[in-house]
């Protein structure tokens, strides 16, 4: 069993960041961020493979967004630079115990931190 517990969301306005963080409770092979903004289905963000350290990203979001990974804490991390208006929603983390880690099949999920950003 892993838990996950997301925290670092709020509000900030449009050009600004945020960092978002995931305490997970055991060692996954792979590591996620995804966001589900209102209306909308759940996408992926961004992940890691434990393992190698491989990332992957969203085309749409790469440079903006970098996840890394702390092993020490277990900690995973979602950085967030010049946030857009349209960047709101829920991010959760989520872990899978096999890879591939590019998958939306994750086997365990936090609930979540939302995330606002003004105009």
């Known amino acids: 069993q892993v838990q996950l517990v997301e925290s670092g969301g709020g509000s900030v306005q449009a050009g600004g960041s945020l960092r978002l963080s995931c305490v997970d409770s055991?060692?996954?092979?792979?590591m996620a961020w995804f966001r589900q903004r209102l209306g909308e289905e759940r996408e992926r963000v961004a992940f890691?493979?434990?393992?190698?350290?491989?990332?992957g990203y969203d085309d749409s979001l790469k440079g903006r967004f970098t996840i890394t990974q702390a092993y020490d804490q277990n900690t995973l991390y979602l950085n967030m630079n010049n946030l857009h208006p349209e960047d709101p929603a829920r991010y959760s983390c989520a872990a899978r115990w096999d890879s591939p880690c590019a998958t939306d099949a994750y086997d365990y999920w936090g609930p979540g931190t939302q995330v606002t950003v003004s105009s």
């Open positions: 055991r060692y996954a092979t792979c």
């Open positions: 890691i493979w434990s393992g190698t350290g491989l990332k």
